[in-house]
C-alpha cells in the first residue's frame, strides 16, 4: 500500500512521533491507522499516546436537566462555523430538553419528537432537514443518554465540545468537582476494577511488545537480557500503573493534586455511582485529503486532455 504524506501526517498530529518513525510504522502496518498507534506505542512507549485524544469532526455537546432527570447529547456537524450558529444551537437545545421530556427510545426515535423553529416542523426531523437546505450543512444527532434513576446529577460542560453528567449522593459541590475532573482528566471507568477487559488485555499486550523490543536491543548491543520473572512483573507494574492513571477514583484530584478522587468524595461524604463523558466527534475519523495527490491527477488529466 502507499502511504501518503497525508497518512503521515494524520498519524503524526494523533500521537506526536516523528515524522520518519511514522512513516516507518505506517509501513509496517500496511496502512492501518490504529495498527500503526499500537507500533509506535511499542517503540516509543507513552510519547505516542499524548495527543491521541485530538478530536477532529465538528458539533456540540450539551445538557439538560429537569424534575431529577438529565439528558446528555451530542449532535454533529461538518464544520466549526455552524456550531457558533443560533438555528443550530436552537435544535441542539430543543434536543436536549425533549430527550428529557419524551424519552426516545433511540436516536431514530429523537426525530419524531415535537418542535418547530425558524418556519420548520412539526418534528425535530423535520426541523434538522430544514436546517440543512437553510445552511448547506448536513447535521445529525450522533448519541445521548438519559439519566433517570433516581440518583442526584452534577453536570460539567467546557465550552461545547466537552460535556459530563455525574450520578451522585452527597454534596453538589464536589460531584461538579468531579465533573470538571471527569472533564480534564478523562477517565475510562469508576475504579480499576471497572475499565474494560479488552483495554487492559490492549495494554498488556503493548507492555509485552515494549519488553519484547528492549530485549531485542540488549541482545544487540551485547547487553544481559532481564529474566523471564522480571520482564513479567516488569509487564505486570506497567498494566497497574495505567488502571490506576485511567480509573477515576485512583486519580490524582485536579484541584489538590495530594488526594486522590477517592479521598476526596470520602471527605465529602460523597458517593459517586457512575459518569458519562461526551467529546464531540471522540471515535470519528474526518476525512483528509490528499490535495498533493489530488492536483498531481488534475495536472495529469490535463496533460492527457490536452
Do not use: W
Request: glycine share 8%; proline share 2%.
Amino acid at each position: 500500500m502507499i502511504i501518503t504524506a497525508s497518512m503521515v501526517a494524520e498519524l503524526r498530529a494523533k500521537t506526536d512521533a516523528p515524522m520518519m518513525e511514522c512513516k516507518k510504522a505506517l509501513t509496517e502496518a500496511d496502512g492501518n491507522m490504529e495498527k500503526a498507534e499500537e507500533i509506535l506505542r511499542v517503540k516509543l512507549g507513552n510519547k505516542a499516546g499524548k495527543a491521541a485524544s485530538r478530536i477532529t469532526a465538528e458539533g456540540v455537546v450539551a445538557t439538560y436537566t429537569e424534575g431529577g432527570i438529565g439528558a446528555l447529547v451530542e449532535v454533529n456537524c461538518e464544520t466549526d462555523f455552524v456550531t457558533k450558529n443560533d438555528s443550530f444551537l436552537g435544535l441542539v437545545k430543543a434536543v436536549a430538553e425533549g430527550i428529557v421530556k419524551h424519552n426516545p427510545a433511540d436516536v431514530e426515535a429523537i426525530g419524531a419528537m415535537p418542535f418547530a423553529m425558524d418556519g420548520f416542523g412539526p418534528t425535530i426531523e423535520d426541523v434538522r432537514k430544514g436546517l440543512i437546505g437553510k445552511i448547506g450543512e448536513n447535521m445529525s444527532v450522533r448519541r445521548f443518554k438519559r439519566f433517570d434513576a433516581g440518583n442526584q446529577l452534577a453536570s460539567y460542560l467546557h465550552g461545547t465540545r466537552i460535556g459530563v453528567v455525574v450520578e451522585f449522593e452527597g454534596d453538589e459541590t464536589a460531584a461538579k468537582d468531579v465533573a470538571m475532573h471527569v472533564a480534564a482528566m478523562k477517565p475510562v471507568a469508576l475504579s480499576s476494577a471497572d475499565v474494560p477487559a479488552e483495554l487492559v488485555a490492549r495494554e498488556r499486550s503493548v507492555a509485552a511488545a515494549k519488553a519484547a523490543e528492549d530485549a531485542a536491543v540488549a541482545t544487540a548491543a551485547g547487553k544481559p537480557v532481564q529474566s523471564a520473572e522480571i520482564v513479567a512483573k516488569r509487564i505486570e507494574g506497567g498494566v497497574q500503573k495505567y488502571l490506576k492513571e485511567v480509573s477515576l477514583f485512583n486519580q490524582a484530584f485536579v484541584k489538590n493534586d495530594k488526594l486522590t478522587v477517592e479521598q476526596m468524595l470520602k471527605a465529602a461524604s460523597t458517593t459517586v455511582k457512575s459518569f458519562t463523558l461526551y467529546v464531540v466527534g471522540e471515535g470519528i475519523e474526518k476525512k483528509v485529503d490528499d490535495f498533493a495527490a489530488e492536483v498531481a491527477a488534475q495536472v495529469a488529466a490535463a496533460q492527457q486532455a490536452s
